[in-house]
Structure formats: structure tokens, C-alpha cells
């Protein structure tokens, strides 16, 4: 298996990141094994039996077409959980893991609290904050068919109940609902900077998911905002995920909208990432 793995990171070179290959080379050994990442390293001298082998060239086949790993596997993790991906949905990142935890955070576990996600997706953020908030109500929202299908089993996946609707949050419908919370990691990439970002992104993950037009880059913010503000409780809170160029921006446009308390957070790279506004 020792082999295996060299011939894998030799055969990435140029297609993945280089500080990646190693750590997608393993996630590709354990998926053709079966073993743990501990069982990987005990059985180092494995041997491969052909089948085990035609599983390599294929996951390898689908990496130099640079596919993300994650939907050459299928799944992915995030917040200690489990979620199927697929190029309907994207793939969570570990900055969206800082927002949940921000909300984590920013209430008590055992409220029974009612809760929106705004552009699901995967469903990543509504069903971990369903597993953190056990007690409360989530609804979650998407546009797109596809992805609320992936949410949904997402959802029977971990276990959790989830009401997912399909809404345009550009045209909402009318409906009376309040929340406690309403949370959104909507697009908010300018369509100008599509060039730079990597095949991996750009060839696989839903265009309508990442970008928004150069000439309203903050399109979504304005939707939500002006959502929450109906939506919203007395002493509510809004979180968002925001665009690291965006978040004076985005800070002034909730606040004369008038949210009070709007807090702008880095990221743990230093990047402007997230707000959090209360009505």
C-alpha cells in the first residue's frame, strides 16, 4: 500500500495543491481499504487485489480531471458530521464551520429556539445547528431543487428533522413566520473574479451557488436583510457569511436598515468573513 500511496501522489502533481496531495492520497487509500487512518498506517505493507487497484485508477482518473475529492468520494465532514456532496451543492468549507459555531455560541444549547437557513445547499449549516440546538424548530430554504434533495438526505442521514422549502429569497413569499435566529451563506463572488479561482471550483461547484453580478455584489444582503427585518424576533440575530472585500459594506447596509449591534468577525485566516446583526 506503501507504493500505492507514492504512486498516487506522483500522478497528482500538477493537478491538486501541492500541501493537498498528501492528504488526499490517504482519503483515497482509505476509501479503496476500508481501513481508518490508523488502520492505514498499521497496514502500511498491505497488497492491493486487482479490483482494489481499478478503484485507485478511477479515483485517480477523476482527480486529474481535477474533480474535488469530495465529490469524487461523495461525502464530506463538516462541524464532526457527515454530508453526501455532489457538484448540485457545495462542498462546506471550514469557514461556514465558524459561523455555525459563532451561533453556537451566541445562544444557550437548551433553547427551543426556531431557526432559518437561508440557501442551504448541502444542508450543512441548518443540520448542525439542529444537532447543537436539539430543542429547536429549523427550517431551511433553497432555490434549487437538486440541492434540497441532497439536503434532505443529508438530514435522514444525521438524523434530523429539518423543514426544507423551496424559496427564492429574491421573491420571497408572504408568510407571518418569526425566528430566532435566520442564518445565510449566500453567493456573494463577483462574476469579474470567476478567473481567479482554481478548475476545481470553477468546472464542478454550482455557478449559481458561488457568483453574483459586478454591478450588484450585494444582492443577497440586501434580500436578507430586508427578509429579517420582518422575520426576525424582537432581540433576533442575524449571522452571515460575507465576502472578505464586502464587510464595511455589508456592516453599513444593516445598519441603516436599522439592526443594532452588527459585529463584523474575521476568520481564522484573518479574512473578514462573518457578521451578526439583532433587531
Given amino acids: 500500500m506503501q507504493q500505492n500511496f507514492e504512486n498516487i501522489r506522483t500522478a497528482l502533481r500538477g493537478y491538486c495543491p501541492e500541501n493537498e496531495i498528501n492528504s488526499i492520497a490517504k482519503l483515497v487509500l482509505m476509501e479503496v481499504s476500508g481501513y481508518t487512518f490508523t488502520e492505514l498506517i498499521l497496514n502500511k505493507n498491505t497488497i492491493f487485489s486487482a479490483i482494489q487497484q481499478e478503484k485507485v485508477k478511477y479515483f485517480v482518473d477523476k482527480l486529474t480531471k481535477r474533480e474535488p475529492i469530495q465529490y469524487v468520494l461523495g461525502r464530506t465532514e463538516f462541524y464532526g458530521l457527515q454530508f453526501q456532496v455532489n457538484p448540485s451543492v457545495l462542498i462546506p468549507r471550514p469557514e461556514t464551520?465558524?459561523?455555525?459555531?459563532?451561533?453556537?455560541?451566541?445562544?444557550?444549547?437548551?433553547?427551543?429556539?426556531?431557526?432559518?437557513?437561508?440557501?442551504?445547499?448541502?444542508?450543512?449549516?441548518?443540520?448542525?445547528?439542529?444537532?447543537?440546538?436539539?430543542?429547536?424548530e429549523v427550517t431551511a430554504y433553497d432555490i434549487s431543487d437538486a440541492a434540497l434533495e441532497t439536503a434532505r438526505q443529508n438530514a435522514k442521514i444525521n438524523d434530523c428533522e429539518i423543514d426544507f422549502r423551496q424559496v427564492d429569497i429574491l421573491y420571497p413569499p408572504f408568510w407571518d413566520t418569526k425566528w430566532d435566529s435566520i442564518v445565510s451563506n449566500p453567493p456573494y463572488i463577483p462574476k469579474t473574479?470567476?478567473?481567479?479561482?482554481?478548475?476545481?471550483?470553477?468546472?464542478?461547484?454550482?455557478?449559481?451557488a458561488l457568483f453574483v453580478p459586478d454591478s450588484q455584489p450585494l444582492i443577497f444582503y440586501e434580500a436578507i436583510a430586508g427578509f429579517a427585518l420582518q422575520h426576525l424576533n424582537s432581540g433576533g440575530m442575524l449571522f452571515l457569511e460575507i465576502h472578505r472585500d464586502f464587510g464595511h459594506q455589508i456592516v453599513q447596509l444593516l445598519e441603516k436598515s436599522g439592526f443594532k449591534e452588527v459585529i463584523l468577525r474575521k476568520d481564522l485566516s484573518g479574512n473578514d468573513r462573518m457578521v451578526r446583526a439583532r433587531v
Fill in 97 to 136: 464551520e465558524e459561523l455555525v459555531d459563532w451561533v453556537r455560541i451566541s445562544f444557550s444549547t437548551q433553547q427551543a429556539l426556531r431557526l432559518l437557513d437561508i440557501g442551504t445547499g448541502s444542508g450543512c449549516i441548518a443540520i448542525s445547528l439542529k444537532s447543537i440546538f436539539a430543542k429547536s
Fill in 193 to 208: 473574479e470567476q478567473s481567479e479561482l482554481s478548475a476545481h471550483v470553477l468546472d464542478f461547484e454550482p455557478h449559481t
